[in-house]
């Protein structure tokens, strides 16, 4: 007896169905065409639109790659992968292990988004990774520095009157590499090399490799090394000690970072005043403490990323566009005209939009460069003085550029991070005029005599 229950609703259920169906049917008007009238066009079958075809909607994505080892950007001669990528905010040795001290890489990249960023090219800054300093190392110790072989590195930094140099602790060492990074910059207005370390400043070792990178430096561009000096900057912050933020076991590549975004932009004050003379990069015994009011090596980490992944999304939105027009318009005879719309993204966090100028100014005629000794400000005031200033002969002040780096008062503020808190736009605003106010902490210096010349190391 169930069984024929069961039957029976079945049937009833299905003819129910038909039912229904029948009704919707007989509801939809049938559309009838004239003759005369054109038969529609079918609607093709498209994928919905890709929002990462636009740099604005595609930085969230950019934010967050896979963590494999595929190529996550490509920059001129820099290239991060993805992994890489996701490890640059790391700041804990017992999860992390040795990623807390920030790959090769991550700080080769941050670096040339920040040189793209502050349109270094336009004010003479180039900059150079650790594959440039392992060239100029070997340029050092093989005495070839005049070859060929260095055709691209000499052609890459012989028009710049700033060189940042990134340098490892390993090299010149053992084969399983080092573990800190400090910096070398190349002042070729005043012949001076100026070396930054925020941990292992008192390592003789550690001037050494600095030495001998500028050295292959010189002979691959030319210089004579006898007119030049190199300086031990004995104030430089230390990495723990200026830093605000206390749990970062491996913070020497964002003090890396943060050093070059203040000297280039002390740099570019000076060069748009006309004073290339008057630009020193010697450090004061106020410096550290001012320093620190600036540095905090999370949120440089932050930074770096958010920086990096906007020039992700900026590169990666042309190509998304050109397969969604593509499979937008295929089979069809229409052809695309005219640019892309432009973005509404700023491009960089320092107030000025990427430019692709590559003006430089004129070739200094008095460049000629042993490299000779000298300390600044080891832990006194007197002993702060830059020997740039007694050179016999002083190369003569280069000619600004005649472009101007075009500013948009929209870019002037950096958007905030949706990691920082509402209560701390006071820092923020802090932050800004410590940066405006660093060339108050510079007193005047007294000339010093250089030392004697030091001999070539075999």
């Not at 910059?185 to 050494?208: C, N």
């Not at 929209?410 to 701390?424: G, I």
């Amino acid at each position: 007896m169930s069984a024929i229950r069961g039957h029976i609703l079945k049937h009833s259920l299905a003819r129910y169905v038909e039912g229904m169906a029948d009704i919707v049917q007989d509801l939809q008007p049938t559309r009838r065409y004239h003759e005369l009238e054109s038969i529609p066009l079918p609607i093709p079958n498209l994928q919905p639109p890709f929002p990462h075809r636009y740099p604005e909607l595609g930085l969230l994505r950019a934010l967050y790659p896979q963590h494999n080892a595929e190529v996550y950007l490509e920059l001129g001669t820099a290239t991060i992968h993805n992994d890489s990528f996701n490890f640059i905010p790391a700041v804990s040795a017992q999860r992390y292990g040795d990623e807390c001290w920030m790959r090769g890489e991550s700080l080769g990249m941050a670096l040339e988004v920040l040189r793209r960023d502050m349109n270094c090219d336009v004010y003479d800054i180039g900059f150079a990774d650790e594959n440039a300093a392992q060239m100029m190392f070997a340029a050092m110790l093989s005495n070839d520095g005049h070859t060929c072989y260095y055709d691209t590195l000499r052609k890459q930094l012989d028009d710049k009157s700033w060189i940042f140099i990134l340098m490892n602790d390993g090299i010149g060492g053992d084969e399983h590499g080092g573990s800190h990074w400090s910096l070398i910059v190349v002042d070729r207005i005043h012949k001076l090399v100026h070396y930054y370390d925020s941990y292992k400043i008192l390592e003789p070792r550690q001037g050494v490799i600095a030495e001998n990178i500028s050295r292959g430096l010189l002979a691959i561009l030319g210089e004579n090394a006898s007119w030049w000096c190199f300086c031990m900057e004995w104030n430089s912050p230390h990495q723990f000690i200026h830093n605000q933020f206390n749990r970062d076991h491996g913070p020497c590549g964002p003090f890396v970072w943060k050093m070059s975004e203040l000297l280039v932009s002390y740099i570019k004050r000076h060069r748009d005043a006309d004073d290339e003379s008057g630009c020193s990069l010697a450090l004061d015994e106020y410096f550290p403490a001012r320093f620190m009011s600036l540095f905090d090596s999370l949120r440089v980490r932050r930074q770096m990323v958010r920086s990096i992944a906007r020039w992700k999304a900026v590169t990666a939105a042309p190509i998304w566009m050109e397969v969604h027009d593509t499979a937008a318009l295929r089979g069809q005879s229409v052809t695309l005209s005219g640019p892309a719309p432009p973005s509404i993204m700023p491009f960089s966090n320092h107030g000025a939009r990427v430019s692709n100028s590559n003006t430089t100014a004129d070739e200094d005629s008095n460049r000629s460069g042993s490299l000779r000794h000298t300390t600044h400000g080891r832990h006194n005031s007197s002993s702060s003085a830059s020997t740039g200033s007694t050179l016999s002969n002083p190369p003569s002040n280069k000619s600004a550029s005649t472009d101007e780096v075009k500013l948009d008062d929209n870019d002037t503020e950096m958007h905030e991070s949706v990691d920082r808190a509402p209560q701390q736009v006071t820092r923020r605003q802090q932050h800004d005029q410590n940066e405006r106010d660093l060339p108050r902490y510079r007193p005047q210096r007294s000339p010093a005599t250089p030392a004697p010349p030091l001999q070539r190391r075999q």
